[in-house]
């Protein structure tokens, strides 16, 4: 069973900056792509960005330019610097591995997640 594990939330005023980092179980190049999602109080759980397995990363419009998303194959972890941070950044940050198999089996996989707040 696959597991995902968030760590790196907390309390940040507005302006500064957390790393979370999402620690797999598992070698992360088994995944197609890894993502971090986030879901505020009342809202939908919306994509964050992510990084396939060929190292292309993409972003939601409201982070580009202030979030990065690495990884680090040798210690199964991929990580989301973000920087400049908002109060509408507040939310808890999940972390997703999606997989695809022959035959057409599909995987997703989700941490626990981690709470960011950013508030003054």
């Known amino acids: 069973q696959v597991q995902l594990v968030e760590s790196g939330g907390g309390l940040v005023q507005p302006g500064g900056s957390l790393r979370l980092s999402c620690a797999a179980s598992e070698n992360i190049f088994n995944f197609n792509r890894m993502d971090w999602y986030r879901q505020a109080p009342g809202k939908e759980r919306e994509l964050v960005g992510g990084?396939?397995?060929?190292?292309?990363?993409n972003y939601v419009e409201s982070v580009k330019g202030r979030f990065t998303i690495s990884r680090d194959s040798a210690k199964n972890l991929v990580s989301l610097q973000m920087n400049s941070l908002k109060p509408e950044d507040t939310a808890v940050y999940y972390c997703?591995?999606?997989?695809?198999?022959?035959?057409?089996?599909?995987?997703?996989?989700w941490g626990q997640g981690t709470q960011v707040t950013v508030s003054s």
């Open positions: 990084i396939a397995r060929g190292g292309s990363t």
């Open positions: 997703h591995a999606y997989a695809s198999y022959p035959g057409a089996l599909q995987y997703d996989y």
